[in-house]
């Protein structure tokens, strides 16, 4: 069977579990019941990207959320400069673009071969209107994940205002591990 | 030092060759299969416009195939219904103008009116208006029209057979169908399609709602104000009027002349066609300050040069119906062209 035909087509039933468990690993689904998990699965779209292949640029507009189902992904700014985060299996980028199409902020690269699950604005709107109780959920579950990061940003910004920053900001940052 | 690839780039020629290619062989493959994109260009324009009921059903608790299959078939019902009582109606009304207009009140009307306009005319270098043979002549081309391609049994079966399981398909299937389709395109264009995709869906929705919506009320005013003006035809021209109402600018202009000319040449009524000018007058006022605001997505506004142009286009490829598709399918050209070239620029 020809790649682009076998990729629409046969997707195994195994697959289908495998992205139930990572999507239940994201925070923003975890109150989700495995029906509506099959929901959200039915919108999500899969991607495949080479070692060193870009998944979007700073300044792009961002049009939805990453979750990283194999493989890994550097966030970096500059395309030399060391990365800012590396992401493995079940982490998850750019879940503000779910909101609105502001730029994204940094930009995403596959390291080695990486199988992404998309889940995007025009779907999270759809689902809205299909079934306005899961998207209250989602949205919800976005929230909290915001809420999360913001109050961690929050902490570090206050510690770095405290003076020491170096030891702090370790600290802070192995308490949230 | 992490390494990143970047993907070599074409130069920009060869990108825009490969385009106007792709274009060109695009448009000689519709125009080679105009029958097969008029059905279905139809069918799109009325899964768009049915979209929202499906939606709606969805949203209280029914799987999608239920939603579709609930609204296909009260839709069918609405078809089937209209076709017992109003179609009927229709040719009924067709009949008696054609009868009228062949009586002999009619024949000393429009000797009168070819007698009054024609010194007007002859400084335009119009000898001969002859109203009655050209009114003959294209009453003669629209029935044959009419039935060469509404009462063709064959192309009517087709049709009646084709286009609903098109539209029942597209309302089922259609987010499947659009995220299969940007499945299929590379990393690098993917986000930008499927947000061009999402972008012209909203805005073609709301256009192609919005027209249909607009063209419905401004043909059920026209038939109430014609009514209740007592006019003989009013469900006829009302009818007419709605569907002229497609095509800006024109539309509504055909709508009253056709009303006008008919009774004036019918009664002999002058004082009757100056009420369903004022009829016609308060109607376009209604629909231009109350109806279009609240319904029409202006974004999709044309100049009426266009309009005009898209008009003509339409009518010589696929005549009478073509006229009348061919304005919502610009606009769908026209949103596909400015989302393309917004997007574009945004993630260039």
């Known amino acids: 069977m020809d790649i682009a035909w076998s990729n629409i087509f046969s997707r195994k039933s195994c697959d289908r579990n495998s992205v139930k468990d990572v999507l239940k690993k994201v925070p923003i689904f975890r109150d989700l019941s495995d029906r509506e998990l099959r929901k959200v699965e039915r919108l999500i779209y899969h991607r495949s990207f080479a070692d060193g292949e870009t998944i979007f640029r700073a300044g792009e507009p961002g049009l939805g959320m990453y979750i990283v189902e ?89 510690v770095m205002k405290s003076g020491n920053p170096t030891s702090k900001v370790d600290a802070c940052a192995d308490k949230d591990r | 030092m992490p390494v990143r690839t970047k993907t070599a780039e074409s130069p920009i020629w060869v990108k825009w060759l490969g385009v106007a290619i792709l274009l060109a062989a695009a448009v000689a493959v519709l125009y080679s299969l105009s029958g097969l994109v008029k059905i279905l260009i139809i069918s799109a324009l009325l899964a768009y416009i049915i979209d929202p009921l499906a939606t709606f059903l ?58 009054m306009a024609a010194p007007h005319f002859s400084s335009f270098g119009v000898k001969e208006v002859n109203i009655a043979d050209r009114l003959e002549a294209y009453a003669a ?10 009462l063709d049994m064959v192309s009517l079966l087709t049709n009646i ?59 059920i005013l026209s038939t109430l104000a014609l009514w209740a003006l007592n006019v003989k035809y009013a469900f006829l021209f009302g009818a007419f009027a709605g569907v002229a109402n497609l095509i800006p600018y024109l539309g509504p202009v055909l709508g009253a002349t056709l009303a006008i000319l008919v009774t004036v040449i019918d009664t002999g009524q002058i004082s009757t066609a100056a009420s369903i000018l004022i009829a016609f007058i308060v109607v376009k006022l209604i629909d231009d300050a109350i109806i279009q605001p609240m319904i029409v997505a202006r974004s999709v506004d044309m100049h009426p040069l266009v309009v005009l142009l898209a008009v003509i286009i339409g009518g010589k490829f696929f005549g009478i119906l073509g006229m009348l598709l061919s304005v919502p399918a610009t606009g769908f050209l026209k949103v596909s062209l400015q989302e393309g070239i917004a997007s574009y620029r945004r993630y260039r």
């Open chain 1, 70 to 158: 194999s493989g890994q992904v550097q966030i970096y700014l500059l395309a030399h400069d060391e990365p800012l985060a590396i992401l493995t299996d079940g982490e998850f980028f750019g879940e503000l673009s779910l909101l609105d199409e502001s730029p994204r902020s940094a930009s995403a690269a596959a390291q080695g071969e990486t199988h992404l699950l998309c889940f995007f604005h025009p779907e999270l709107m759809d689902l809205l209107n299909v079934d306005p109780r899961l998207g209250v959920k989602i949205l919800i579950g976005l929230s909290r994940t915001i809420g999360e990061r913001l109050k961690k940003a929050t902490e570090y910004i206050e």
């Open chain 2, 161 to 219: 057979i084709i286009i609903p399981f098109i539209v029942f398909f597209l309302l089922k299937d259609g987010r499947q169908i659009k995220k299969q389709f940007v499945s299929l395109m590379p990393n690098r264009y993917f986000e930008l399609s499927l947000n061009l995709l999402h972008k012209m869906d909203i805005q073609l929705g709301n256009y192609l709602r919005g027209q249909f919506l607009d063209a419905a009320v401004v043909g």
């Open chain 2, 141 to 150: 081309s629209t029935a044959e029209w009419f039935f060469d391609h509404i």
């Open chain 2, 58 to 115: 969805e949203s209280r608790g029914l799987k999608r195939s239920g939603a579709t299959a609930i609204v296909f078939l009260m839709i069918v019902g609405i078809m089937a219904l209209s076709f017992l009582v109003l179609a009927p109606m229709l040719v009924n009304q067709i009949i008696s103008i054609q009868q009228s207009l062949k009586s002999g009140h009619a024949d000393t009307m429009v000797k009168q009116i070819e007698q």
